[in-house]
């Protein structure tokens, strides 16, 4: 337990440092029982709990509150690999484990688990099932939420709830693990999992395209998908002002193509069959795209170290953003086909509100997700670009729901996105989601001022 301020900082902001906030304790707990422990005394004396994993989130859900009342309960002496079952494809993790950590612990059982995010290095297993993370190849393998089996929870009361089943099928009734999966740690404490494993990769192709806009890539999805089946494992859409932020800030980083423009797509193939021919296919597939127009310039990693380099240009890009200074970030899904549209809208109405905004454009195009940031122009001043959140949140926000979108597809709410949430979920909605937490949490204790907002009758809409 750590009640120094000192050693608590760190468990006290966020990634971005956007968020800061007090509590009375950190409290790291090494087991499951230890967890309920702790959680007992703080639910007898009515005190607030913080489950924290890796503090990657880019939401504030893992930060208390400034009142100083909470306990932050960071699970990250949690992480052991408690049984791998090859032949079920299936392991069982606890909480605290890395996402790095879970996947070495899959390539050591001639495995693969696919969730892969630029964070994995300090996100943990309760971090990414608590905000359904999703990554970069959510277009084959799906998110956390299609990659969970069963759960290990802690519940407010203390109570221990083992639902750590390796099954595929299981209808008895309603699926709990689901209510945990995503509710950013309002519902209870996530211990351990049990994940589905998939045959070992072994053989990957990846090539940085330029495409001439956005709908262009969104065909060229479909016709990779039509040639190159579910081999189609990552599709990412980056914007020219994200890539040239990389291309800025990030040592060693260098121009993919010599004739890129305003979009490129970062393409990867992958297959767990060795006689696969994986270059050859992706080359074909290409060359048949330019053929139709969809493709300019490209090039198709060579070997590990090129496929590596590209894609570090794709993963840099939060990096470089963060060096660069201050931005407004909106993490929204919108249906795949309707992407062109947003974006061709998102942007005459920003230019009309904000000229010298930069927008830097970026995301999982496969999945409908785009990760729609907004940088400060050169000359601004931060506070006063700052300000500006409400209104370009308003443009964007409502742009996507316009769009039947969403304005959340993997990070989450926290603190970030919990008072939207009143202006795009009907009240039915609320109400539904109210009766869970008020089910599980009738005092209010996990994680609070996370994701539900206090009830304000007068700001409801439907
Ligand atoms: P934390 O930040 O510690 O917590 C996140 C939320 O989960 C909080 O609400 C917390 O209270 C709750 N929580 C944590 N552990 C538990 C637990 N055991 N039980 C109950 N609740 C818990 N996310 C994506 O989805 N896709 C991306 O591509 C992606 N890229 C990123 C790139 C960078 C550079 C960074 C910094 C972040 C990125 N993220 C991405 C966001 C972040 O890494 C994920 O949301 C991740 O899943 C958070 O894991 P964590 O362990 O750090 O959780």
């Not at 950190?26 to 890796?54: H, K, S």
């Not at 919108?334 to 830097?360: K, N, T």
Request: glycine fraction near 12%; charge should be neutral; hydrophobic fraction near 45%.
């Amino acid at each position: 337990m750590l009640t120094d301020a000192k050693e608590m900082a760190p468990y006290l902001s966020d990634w971005r440092g956007r968020y800061h906030g007090a509590a009375c304790a950190v409290v790291r707990p090494g087991t499951t029982q230890e967890v309920a422990a702790v959680v007992r005394l703080c639910a007898a004396a009515g005190v607030p709990m913080v489950p924290q994993g890796g503090n990657t989130g880019l939401c504030g859900g893992a930060t208390p509150d400034g009142g100083g009342r909470a306990v932050v309960l960071s699970l990250g002496r949690l992480d052991r690999v408690r049984a791998v079952d090859a032949d079920n494809n299936t392991i069982m993790i606890e909480a605290g484990c890395t996402l790095a950590g879970l996947q070495q612990a899959a390539i050591a059982a001639d495995r693969f688990f696919p969730l892969s995010l630029a964070s994995e290095g300090s996100c943990t297993v309760g971090g990414n099932l608590s905000t359904n993370a999703g990554g970069v190849q959510v277009l084959r393998y799906g998110n956390m939420r299609e990659l969970t089996l069963g759960l290990e929870a802690v519940l407010p009361d203390g109570r221990i709830w083992n639902g750590l089943r390796g099954l595929r099928k299981d209808n008895t009734g309603y699926d709990l693990k689901q209510l945990f999966i995503g509710a950013e740690g309002t519902l209870g404490f996530i211990t351990a999992a049990v994940l589905k494993l998939f045959p070992a990769i072994r053989q990957r192709a990846t090539a940085w395209v330029a495409v001439p806009d956005p709908g262009a890539a969104v065909r060229l999805l479909g016709m990779m998908r039509a040639v190159c089946s579910d081999r189609v494992t990552a599709f990412e859409l980056i914007g020219g002002t994200a890539l040239g932020l990389v291309l800025q800030h990030i040592p060693g980083a260098r121009p993919p193509l010599q004739a890129g423009g305003e979009w490129s797509v970062l393409v990867e193939l992958s297959d767990s069959a060795c006689n696969a021919e994986l270059d050859t296919e992706l080359e074909r597939a290409l060359t048949l795209a330019s053929e139709q127009g969809l493709v300019g310039d490209a090039v198709v990693a060579g070997n590990l170290a090129q496929a590596e380099a590209l894609w570090a240009l794709r993963e840099n890009i939060s990096e470089a953003q963060r060096i660069e200074g201050i931005s407004i970030k909106h993490d929204i899904a919108i249906p795949v086909s309707r992407i062109p549209a947003f974006l061709e809208r998102a942007r005459a109405a920003l230019q009309h509100a904000w000229p010298d905004v930069r927008i830097v454009a970026f995301g999982h195009i496969g999945d409908g997700n785009l990760h729609y940031n907004l940088s400060k122009p050169a000359a601004a001043d931060n506070r006063k670009f700052i300000s500006r959140t409400p209104e370009v949140n308003r443009i964007v926000h409502d742009l996507v729901a316009g769009f039947d979108g969403s304005i959340s597809a993997e990070h989450g709410l926290g603190q970030l996105k919990r008072d939207e949430l009143l202006r795009y979920k009907s009240v039915v909605e609320m109400d539904m989601m109210r009766a869970v937490k008020q089910a599980l949490d009738p005092h209010g204790l996990m994680n609070p001022g996370k994701v539900l907002a206090p009830v304000r009758p007068e700001s409801r809409g439907d």
